[in-house]
């Protein structure tokens, strides 16, 4: 039997196919708040002596493509870089010991210098309680090696370190905020889920967070912040310091946006211009003296890109293989959920444990009553 199809078709709609799953996939984080790479990256390094070892980036990167993630190893290792630099991570979940990079843009040492480990903060959400959690298991990649569709979250880190993801017709954003107010909320939540919630992002780099509708921004699928860079007078020898930025934003991006407007002339009250940025931000703008320097940085905020920027909020979280719009308190309800199943899990974990224990107690105490032992060893 034939049938008639334009092939232009099928090829759009097995295309739209695979970007769904690829979106599930890749883009929207779980409610654990991980995106499937960094899952099997996270797994892979506790399963080498519990991931509170530093190993070469390398040997990690290379271990996670071969069984779990067959992709390049820069993806991977990029990742990894990512999740311990603290100018992205409220609190990292990975520790490197080496070069990681810097805020001012520098990228991190090759994977055969560097060395990591999960940090405190990792394991102690991931895989404190991995031995009593009930995680379901799929096959990975290479056949042999079983890996997590989840893992058992502690705390709802989702929202304390945030996610940001583009794909195909789909964006995931979800602010970063801060440990304590998030944790101050979810137990507000669990008592009673029908609480307001409202919380304020928190970027890892120390900049200011431009006064917005907070409610809102909580209890909305979309909605829009912004964020500003800090900065401090020296009102005698008349020179701004630039000393946070921004999240998402590099240090040398700005320098060199400045020095642009600056040959240009768009910039002709600045004289020099000084970068010290390293583990921290330090960009110094020296003056003409007859200069306002109020007014020079309401005008480099507006002109400047990066020292002033705006985040979306589209909160796209992937659960059971499905994604779901979800607002930032919907977020840390079904968060909430999660937990207690995992919770329940644990406790019937420890009462079978005990259960098993007091029964075989109770045998040895029986068999050493009297010839029960010879009587049992008859029967």
Request: a positive charge.
């Amino acid at each position: 039997k034939f049938i008639e199809k334009n092939i232009g078709e099928l090829c759009q709609s097995f295309d739209l196919i695979r970007g769904k799953t690829v979106n599930i996939r890749r883009i929207s984080p779980g409610i654990d708040s991980l995106k499937i790479v960094a899952r099997r990256l996270l797994y892979m390094m506790f399963l080498s002596d519990r991931g509170k070892k530093y190993r070469k980036v390398a040997a990690i990167t290379g271990e996670c493509i071969a069984k779990l993630h067959h992709h390049s190893q820069m993806s991977v290792k990029d990742t990894l870089v990512n999740l311990a630099q603290w100018w992205n991570n409220n609190l990292p979940l990975i520790d490197i010991s080496g070069n990681l990079g810097s805020i001012a843009g520098d990228p991190a040492g090759a994977d055969r210098y560097i060395k990591a480990k999960l940090s405190d903060y990792a394991y102690d959400c991931f895989f404190s309680e991995w031995r009593e959690s009930s995680v379901d298991m799929i096959m990975g990649a290479d056949g042999e090696t079983m890996e997590p569709m989840y893992l058992p979250s502690k705390y709802p880190n989702v929202l304390i370190n945030g996610s940001l993801g583009i794909g195909y017709g789909l964006a995931s954003n979800l602010p970063p905020f801060n440990f304590k107010e998030v944790i101050s909320m979810t137990i507000s939540l669990m008592h009673n889920e029908h609480n307001k919630v409202t919380l304020i992002p928190d970027s890892p780099t120390g900049c200011d967070i431009i006064e917005t509708n907070f409610n809102e921004l909580c209890n909305q699928t979309n909605y829009r912040y912004a964020m500003r860079a800090k900065y401090k007078f020296d009102l005698d020898k008349n020179i701004v310091t630039i000393t946070n930025i921004p999240f998402i934003t590099t240090s040398n991006d700005i320098r060199i946006k400045i020095a642009e407007l600056k040959e240009s002339g768009k910039l002709p009250e600045l004289t020099s211009m000084e970068d010290y940025s390293g583990k921290e931000v330090d960009i110094r703008l020296k003056l003409k003296n007859d200069v306002n320097p109020y007014k020079f940085m309401k005008k480099i905020l507006k002109i400047v890109p990066g020292l002033e920027k705006s985040y979306p909020v589209n909160v796209n979280i992937s659960i059971d293989y499905q994604t779901y719009d979800m607002t930032i308190k919907s977020v840390l309800v079904a968060w909430i959920r999660f937990r207690r199943d995992q919770k329940r899990v644990m406790i019937n974990h420890r009462r079978t444990a005990i259960f098993a224990e007091q029964r075989t107690n109770d045998v040895k105490i029986f068999l050493m009553k009297g010839d029960n032992l010879n009587k049992t060893i008859s029967i």
